[in-house]
């Protein structure tokens, strides 16, 4: 309590320190719901508004940040170097979107882990981890019926599906192509998103409540099922590698190995996704400028390799910009050496792997933020600050 409080209530304005105590409890509330939208919800067609189809799952974040510009000081250090690097890369590249993109992942994310500290400091959660629970259930249940949909019975009323189509980018009305080979997307704009969306859900998840590990990793088998994209197989790899490690008995552990292994082999060698891949590879070889497969590894590769000088983004197939996915690629690309500054201070500083509740976990969640991920894709933001959660933070508040 400050000073000012108690002499404030002689002279009768208490009143108005329990206002602006109210008002800080609204706006943190407030934000929380920003972050919760961007979550369960964070694909939305800004065609509808804007004449452009684009995502804009950072957008309400921003509106969190003007209702708590505070937060971003918690860590002012952080915050000078992100406002250097943005305006490092609009000087030497003022007429491209470098800096752009540096803006939309950056202070979203420093945001969102600021936010993260208050709540632990608050001795509350970011994400209520039964929400979480409840959003995946939900989730899991829409692409079982999507499937169905698609593939035994038409039963997704039309009024729901123009609805997905008007809200969501790349929303598909039928099977992802042709050939079903890409699986269902849940109300997500693509499988790849779907899966990353989801594997959020589940470190949230499993970082609270590390007794549902292996509700969830079922939950996660079906999606892949479902889902058929690569990045939903390897991230149930993941979570699998995750529940191994926390296995406290060998015999328990071998136990789970014998049945994930061979179930894990048998998909990989039907999967008609894995065999386009092998296809693909057959007959463009790995080069990522020839073969549309190879196209987020080119996001990956592409800006890394253009250090120590800024990337600027190549075009594939005379239609397809190669912009970097994944932070670590976005910083280095367009950040150079203090990009690099600026990605060892946020991945590696503001959260400790050494100090977190699950070393396997943090890594994953490190990994997927840093180059699997769109840089400013929430879900994925909110899976790294839980997947770094202190060791006297993992359970549940």
Not at 308 to 323: A, C, V
Not at 374 to 395: C, D, E, R, T
């Amino acid at each position: 309590m400050s000073v000012a409080e108690p002499l404030g209530r002689v002279v009768g304005l208490g009143w108005l320190f329990e206002s602006s105590r109210n008002l800080s409890h609204i706006r943190l509330r407030l934000a929380k719901l920003s972050v919760a939208i961007c979550l369960f919800w964070p694909f939305f067609n800004a065609n509808y508004f804007f004449n452009a189809t684009f995502e804009t799952n950072f957008l309400p974040i921003f509106v969190a940040v003007l209702l708590m510009p505070e937060v971003l000081w918690d860590d002012k250090r952080s915050l000078l170097l992100v406002l250097a690097v943005i305006l490092m890369s609009a000087a030497i590249q003022p007429n491209g979107s470098g800096y752009l993109r540096l803006a939309i992942a950056l202070i979203p994310l420093l945001f969102i882990l600021n936010l993260h500290r208050r709540c632990i400091g608050r001795n509350e959660q970011l994400i209520d981890s039964n929400t979480a629970y409840a959003a995946l259930l939900v989730f899991v249940a829409f692409c079982v019926v999507q499937y169905i949909h698609f593939n035994v019975v038409a039963i997704v009323p039309e009024w729901v599906t123009q609805f997905l189509q008007t809200v969501i980018p790349r929303y598909m009305a039928a099977p992802y192509d042709d050939s079903g080979i890409r699986g269902v997307q849940g109300w997500a704009s693509e499988p790849a998103g779907a899966a990353l969306m989801c594997f959020g859900f589940a470190i949230v998840i499993i970082q609270q409540e590390p007794g549902k590990r292996t509700s969830v990793l079922f939950l996660f088998a079906l999606l892949t099922v479902l889902n058929k994209s690569i990045y939903c197989l390897l991230f149930l790899a993941f979570l699998g590698f995750v529940h191994l490690t926390n296995l406290k008995r060998i015999r328990y552990a071998t136990i789970f190995l014998v049945l994930i292994l061979p179930i894990g082999a048998r998909y990989l060698s039907t999967s008609a996704r894995v065999n386009e891949f092998r296809e693909s590879t057959a007959q463009y070889g790995l080069d990522e400028t020839s073969n549309r497969e190879l196209q987020r590894l080119a996001q990956i590769i592409l800006p890394v390799t253009s250090f120590p000088k800024l990337y600027t983004p190549l075009t594939l197939f005379d239609i397809t910009q190669i912009e970097p996915i994944g932070l670590f690629p976005l910083l280095v690309g367009y950040g150079s050496v203090l990009g690099l500054i600026v990605y060892y201070r946020l991945a590696f500083q503001s959260l400790r792997i050494r100090d977190a509740s699950s070393w396997p976990m943090a890594l994953c969640g490190i990994f997927v933020l840093s180059f699997l991920a769109p840089p400013n894709f929430v879900p994925s933001i909110v899976g790294f600050v839980y997947a770094l959660n202190p060791k006297h933070q993992s359970q549940g508040l």
